[in-house]
């Protein structure tokens, strides 16, 4: 008999309550999401609750903490945890974080939900295979 698929447990940081809850929607079949709507309490999460992949804006109001810092701590705290960030003004730092390997990829706003299943579905097989 095999072994169940282990569902992947996925955290989404962001300001914005309306996006938050579309991913949830678009995802929950799939994945555990939990949401935060900041850094501070996406950390808080992550003490509780051990996540496959990260998923952060880059701009998180009003928090003073940007999600490229947030994924630092999130690498040195849970290196094995996949960092995805995302962005609709700023890709150029997203881009950036990317490049410095705080995150594995960039989602550009708005977001292409079935680019997001495809990207998900990657880290999956990447999970299954480690």
């Known amino acids: 008999m095999s072994e169940p698929v282990k569902r ?13 809850s579309a991913i949830r929607r678009n ?9 935060a709507a900041t850094p501070e ?7 509780t609750q051990e996540c496959d992949v990260v998923i952060s804006d ?8 940007h999600g490229p810092e947030f994924l630092r701590q999130v690498q040195a705290l849970y290196p094995n945890v996949i960092r995805l960030i995302m962005s609709g ?8 974080a990317v490049t410095a390997g705080v995150a594995e990829a960039f989602l550009a ?4 939900l079935d680019e997001l299943e495809a ?9 299954a295979s480690s």
């Open 89 to 96: 003004n700023d890709g150029e730092e997203a881009q950036e």
């Open 8 to 20: 992947r447990r996925v955290l989404v940081v962001d300001d914005e309550a309306l996006l938050r």
């Open 58 to 65: 880059v701009s998180i109001p009003p928090s003073m903490m």
């Open 119 to 127: 990207l998900l579905a990657r880290v999956r097989a990447r999970l």
């Open 27 to 35: 995802l929950q079949a799939s994945c555990d999401v939990f949401l």
């Open 109 to 112: 706003k708005p977001l292409n």
């Open 41 to 47: 309490e996406a950390l808080g999460i992550l003490t």
